[in-house]
């Protein structure tokens, strides 16, 4: 008989678009990865009880609260994960932390670097709990095997990192949410997407950012339905942001994050040009890693097209189905909760797993970004604390 695993008691906070990813993640995690331990979907909080009966009931949720500190005092909850709109993640953060519990976050860490500060401060007080932050595009098989791939030295010496997160939602029809507020959201395009593209580019190169020059953060559109549908709201975010940075070990990366890209859905993209080859990634082809060897002669050189889904090649394959039947954006976060769940159980994440300090550093370079933005001037990542 094998061993009976033990389990966790989890809980999240919020239960929209992120809540149904989480949840989904959680009762997958265990049907296709062998893990230490169980998670059990306990408690989920929100502020509509209508809502939050009926997601509880469609999602497995055994109990709900509209209260989440109720939450921070239940000596039962091990594992709190936050899937609330930015300005929230502190408060809910350090309190969960306060009272002991594992805190699974989504990004960006927050909407403001003082907020994310005191929360990568109550992560370094809080003593044998852990924190992630919910970078998942690190598990997407494609990128993690890019990240190996430049561990290997495949690409030698990175010369520059393009990277592109190109979203078309965010028209002048789209009505005012959290997401267009600067005290609830932080920032727009920057910090939703943009955060996901420095992450990235701070894991896959495994350099940090020195320098941010150049940044410009566009608002285009002022004003919006309101969410009642009885007027117009005020949003005050960027729809468009672009910057440069120079990384300390001289390579240089550029990002642009838009919501406004006419046909471009969910175009994320993410290059990395290097001495002795080029990596290639694009969210529309997931499955894919583009892959360029500088040492071909030029007449056979180009972008070879890597499908990385097979067991024992290519990072999680192993978990899902036959070589060559593809994951998708759900699978992302399967992957990395497999991962927390292992290290919460005392075992290994197959990748490094992005924590508060993690995220506190691609936290800066967006600040860093901002102040650019704003000064016209290039921000040293050291004057940015
Ligand atoms: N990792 C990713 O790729 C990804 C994608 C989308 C969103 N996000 C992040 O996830 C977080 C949530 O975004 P979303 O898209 O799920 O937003 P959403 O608007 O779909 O859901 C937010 C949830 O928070 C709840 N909420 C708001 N105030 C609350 C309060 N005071 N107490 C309890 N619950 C409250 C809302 O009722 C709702 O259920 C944000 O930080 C966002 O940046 C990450």
Redo the contacts with the bound molecule.
Sequence with gaps: MPAEKESIRVAM???????RAHSNALHQVGRFFDGPLVPILDTV????RGALDAFAERWGWQRTTTR?RSIAADPRIELVDL????H??AEQAVAMLEANKHVAC???LAGTLADARAMRDAAARAKGVRTFV?F?YRRCPALATAWRLVREGRIGRVYHVRATYLQSWGGADTPM??RFRKKTAGSGALG?LGS?LVDLARFLTGDEVREVRGAVLANFIQRRPSEDGRGMGRSNVDDAASFLCVMRSGATASFEATRVAGPHHNAHSIELNGEEGSLRFEFDRMNDLLVHDASLDVGSAGWRRIQCTHAGAHPYADAWWPDGHGLGYEHGFVNMLADILAELGGGRARLPLPDFEDAYRTQRVLEAATISAREGCAVPLSEVR
């Design positions: 906070v919020g239960q929209r678009f992120m809540g909080a929100g502020r509509d989440w899937v609330t709109p930015n929230l993640h989504e990004k960006p919910w998942h949410s959290w939703d996901h």
